[in-house]
């Protein structure tokens, strides 16, 4: 059964930083990753969707790559500000036999202080 | 933002009562799902749609169905709601499920409380 876990569960820095958020995913045969955003009481942002075939992808600010074998993504926010301040969640598609399911992590918490 | 409207936003009923709720696209995607979001347990899928008339369980299928009588439109039952279905529900939806166009985009979500 796919397993999906994102660390930290919670992270606060200061505005401007560059910071890193990990998901991680225990069957490695997957078809594609996508991050998402939600902010509070609202529906899941897509952000960046990486194929498995890719190694990683970017919009604006954010880069997500991906590693497949080693069943790891990051998704890496360059010069934070308070508006980036949501969670954050990451999901994995499984391939063939799995009926192209979604797993999602349980989300990190941004908070992005001014 | 993707054309993905949910009814009604938000909802309180009773126990043992049906509920139904609505996810309406205007994308014309042929895939629609939908999930529930919980405290500790993240997003779960509930059911899905390949077409329709064509639906299918996901994890946590138990207490509900599903119907989709017409692309735009998948409905949600809780034939006789419980306390444990309080919870957030999301509809999303895909394009493909095998090509790059597999991205799923999420309504904004139905808050769901039943006493």
């Known amino acids: 059964k796919q397993e999906v876990t994102q660390i930290p569960a919670a992270l606060s820095v200061p505005e401007g930083e560059n910071l890193v958020l990990n998901c991680s995913f225990t069957?490695?045969?997957?078809?594609?990753l996508q991050w998402f955003r939600q902010d509070p009481g609202k529906g899941l942002t897509s952000l960046l969707l990486?194929?498995?075939?890719?190694r990683e992808q970017t919009s604006g600010r954010l880069n997500a790559s991906l590693d497949k074998s080693s069943g790891r993504s990051t998704l890496y926010i360059a010069a934070s500000q308070p508006g980036d301040s949501a969670t954050y969640l990451c999901?994995?598609?499984?391939?063939?036999?799995?009926?192209?399911?979604?797993?999602f992590g349980k989300g990190t918490l941004l908070t992005v202080n001014p | 933002d993707a054309g993905i409207t949910q009814s009604p936003r938000h909802k309180v009923t009773e126990t043992g009562t049906p509920v139904t709720l609505r996810c309406h696209q205007t994308?014309?995607?042929?895939?629609m799902y939908w999930y529930r979001q919980d405290p500790g347990h993240g997003l779960r899928l509930i059911h899905y749609?390949?077409?329709?008339?064509?639906?299918d369980k996901g994890e946590v299928s138990d207490g509900y169905s599903v119907s989709r009588s017409k692309t735009e439109d998948f409905l949600l039952t809780l034939e006789s709601a419980t306390s444990s279905q309080t919870s957030v529900y999301f509809c999303?939806?895909?394009?493909?499920?095998?090509?790059?166009?597999?991205?799923?985009?999420f309504g904004p979500g139905t808050r769901l409380t039943v006493l």
């Open positions: 999303a939806i895909s394009e493909s499920v095998t090509s790059g166009l597999n991205e799923q985009f």
């Open positions: 069957d490695s045969a997957i078809y594609n």
């Open positions: 990486i194929q498995s075939s890719q």
């Open positions: 999901a994995v598609k499984a391939g063939k036999g799995s009926n192209y399911k979604l797993t």
């Open positions: 994308e014309n995607h042929r895939y």
């Open positions: 749609s390949y077409g329709v008339k064509d639906t």
